[in-house]
């Protein structure tokens, strides 16, 4: 790993200021309303269609149901309110129904896995070998691609995947965007529970570095938060201002990290987290009690 030394400057910044602060709530209520594009499109009653494929499953007659109906299943596999993958009834007899179709739903299935991931859900866990089991069986467009996919970026491994996409996000110069796209996570999947969980893995990796080790690793966060117009993570946000403020910590004086990246990161945290100094606050309340929010309250003192 290159060490990344170069941040020590005897001064602060004159006239650092904290910019006025957006209605980032607002920006942040309407982004949670969107919904991954295309995941639930055309399904009116969700639960209705929950309620159909768990009648056929108590029924035995699984068999029955239209692929419209198993398609409209698989997307909502996962989702309120009543998921068919927490059923330990609907859950299997739908997995076999799907396996036994060929693959002619697992696109549906893949968005559900990235937009309810939580890499140490067991129903998560269990989806993602029945995909990789399904995967030779798919005939869809872009199975091919997504075959690559699953194999560079591990995908379908739900311990490993999101720190191998977090790995290489912190170590590569490409836009976060482009890496995200590379892996199959466009548009709405970037900003889906796995994206967020990868993000939450490049956050504690850029925490374990120290001082001038962190900066570049730290552009690289703030670069990735920046790919929405608000943050795309809203409960990634601790972990977030912990890898920005904790690598610093331990440094002796305010003079000993460089007032231009100082500077960026606390643009960036007040951006993201509003102004803990004003109606805001309730968004730190995480790590009030940190020694992290404690030398990011110093550095807004400092500069006002």
Not at 25 to 32: I, T, V
Not at 89 to 101: C, D, I, K, S, T
Not at 162 to 186: F, H, K, Q, T, W
Request: with cysteine.
């Amino acid at each position: 790993m290159t060490a990344f030394a170069r941040n020590a400057t005897p001064h602060l910044t004159p006239g650092l200021r904290a910019p006025t602060p957006e209605p980032r709530r607002l920006r942040e209520a309407l982004a949670a309303l969107r919904p991954e594009p295309g995941l639930l499109d055309g399904i009116s009653d969700v639960g209705a269609v929950q309620a159909k494929i768990f009648a056929a499953a108590e029924a035995g007659a699984m068999s029955r149901l239209s692929d419209t109906a198993m398609r409209q299943g698989a997307a909502a596999f996962l989702s309120p309110p009543r998921p068919i993958g927490r059923d330990v009834v609907a859950g299997p007899a739908f997995l076999f129904e799907a396996e036994r179709r060929r693959g002619r739903v697992s696109t549906n299935l893949l968005a559900a896995y990235f937009a309810g991931f939580r890499g140490d859900d067991p129903e998560v866990q269990r989806l993602a070998r029945f995909l990789e089991r399904d995967m030779p069986h798919w005939r869809f467009f872009s199975a091919d691609g997504w075959r690559q996919r699953a194999a560079a970026w591990l995908l379908l491994d739900p311990g490993n995947g999101p720190v191998r996409l977090a790995e290489r996000m912190l170590n590569i110069a490409d836009p976060p965007a482009s890496v995200l796209d590379s892996a199959g996570l466009l548009d709405g999947r970037r900003t889906s529970a796995y994206a967020q969980e990868a993000f939450l893995a490049a956050c504690a990796l850029t925490r374990k570095y120290r001082w001038g080790e962190a900066l570049e690793k730290q552009l690289r966060l703030i670069a990735w938060a920046s790919i929405a117009e608000a943050f795309p993570y809203p409960a990634a946000f601790d972990a977030y201002a912990l890898a920005l403020l904790a690598p610093w910590e331990m440094v002796g004086t305010i003079g000993e990290i460089r007032a231009p990246h100082r500077k960026r990161l606390v643009e960036a945290l007040l951006r993201d987290g509003g102004d803990p100094r004003s109606e805001d606050a309730a968004r730190w309340s995480g790590i009030a009690g940190t020694s992290a929010y404690r030398l990011f309250r110093d550095w807004l003192d400092r500069t006002d």
